[in-house]
């Protein structure tokens, strides 16, 4: 069932009324009749929403503009707003976006790792696609390790797709970053067709079958193959006359996000402004979280460790040299202590700060 095309009340959790029973008054109506809308792209205060009227199958992309109370209020990709005035979308005609739902999922970023300051991507998204290339560009197990902690921080599911297997010199563990995630439960989806250079047909079947009925949010560096990816899903769609690309090619023309609907009934948020994730937003304990390999070794730490060294208190040193980690348990464990490092760039005292207010 395609969680955008239907919209009932059931299916949107409304914000509770602060003013309990209490009739609505003129000056602040609540708007619960206004019509239901998902925002695909936000360019320079305009909205652009895709509306489909409840029980109709009559959908259509209608342009908004935020109501004054709103100014203040983030809109972003994904969110579910309510709509009134010129719902039309007739040529030069524009909406007013007076309310926005209850978010399910909120995919945020930092500026930096230093810089607290959040900044919000993506709202109700259920998956975050994180794809690299096996080569051209080299992937990092950095930035892979980064987008976990993003998604776990978010409460949304991630999925790894590798592509351009046929670059690497062992295609069915392309540049061993499959032995690397092996003990993570996500799935990991390797792509690469030498001759055409797109998708290989299981892969694109894979990922048809992964993003069905979800919102999933699309990650990579420049280069990797992304619009690659998004052309293949949405092409092969096209051919049989079900695709509706929201703002199809105009995508390039704006560095927000941008969702992109792909059948069967799931949408594809691609995010071309974002290339990484500022994490200093997230706790060394959810960082610790996106290695879940890891998470039972650091039950002996230290009260409060930040998993910096064993001379801190930290137990997971003695844990992956014992092998419950596994062969790539030391790997791993390097990987996480780069991610926490480059956190901690913050002063010392404001880390500590942070921690004792948990
Ligand atoms: N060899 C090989 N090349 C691929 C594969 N997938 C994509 N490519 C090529 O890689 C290049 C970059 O692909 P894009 O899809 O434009 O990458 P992108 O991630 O959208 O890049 P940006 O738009 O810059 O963010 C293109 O020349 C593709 O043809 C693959 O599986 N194997
Ligand atoms: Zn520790």
Redesign the pocket.
Known sequence: MNRWDSWDESRVRVRPNKRGSRPRTKETPDYSDAELARVVQVDRGRYTCFLEARGSASERVVTAMRAKALRRSPVVPGDIVRLVGDTSAAAGTLARLVRVEERRTLLRRSADDTDEAERVIVANADQLLI?V??A?PEPRTGFIDRALAAAYDAGIEPILLI?????AQDPTDPAGLVSHYLQLEFPIVI????E?????PAALDRLRELLAGQVTVLI????????????ALTGADRATGGVNAVTGRGR?TSSSAVALQVNPDGWVVDT?GV?SFGLAHVHPDDVLAAFEDLVEGSESCEPGCLHESPAGGCALDAWVKQGHAGHNGPARLASLRNLLHSLSGSPEDEREKRLGAT
């Open positions: 794809v290339a096996s051209d592509t351009k297997a046929d670059l792509s690469g067709h030498e055409q250079q797109q998708l290989s990579g560096h420049s280069g990797v193959g992304k619009s690659t990816m998004v052309n390039h071309p290339r």
